[in-house]
């Protein structure tokens, strides 16, 4: 399974930037990605997930009503708008999915990309 993160980069402070996740490979059925975030001397924290299924998604209170998770089923991608940035965004974002196949329920994790917010 891979996972190829993209899109993120250095941004001023209220600014934008858009994330994408895609999934290859022996997935099996995906039942939820998600982006996570960790910080210098932080832990990971999860910043947005969605449910394949349904679309149902849950954020982290820090990031409502200024990121959006969305998916695209067919081609197994996820993307994360983040908008109104802050330089506490600033971290390695990181994408996750939740899969159950043959093998029972397996997660999986992309290598993380840069997201700079400067003020």
């Known amino acids: 399974v891979q996972l190829v993160e993209s899109g993120g980069g250095l941004v001023q402070a209220g600014g934008s930037l858009r994330l994408s996740c895609a999934a290859s490979g022996s997935t099996g059925s995906i039942v939820t990605m998600g982006w996570y975030r960790q910080a210098p001397g932080q832990q990971r924290e999860l910043v947005a997930r969605i449910r394949m299924s349904d679309a149902t998604t849950n954020y982290a209170d820090s990031v409502k009503g200024r990121f959006t998770i969305s998916r695209d089923n067919a081609r197994n991608t996820m993307y994360l708008q983040m908008t109104m940035l802050k330089p506490e965004d600033t971290a390695v974002y990181s994408c996750?999915?939740?899969?159950?196949?043959?093998?029972?329920?397996?997660?999986?994790w992309g290598q993380g990309t840069q997201v700079t917010v400067s003020s």
């Open positions: 996750n999915i939740v899969s159950v196949s043959r093998l029972g329920v397996q997660g999986y």
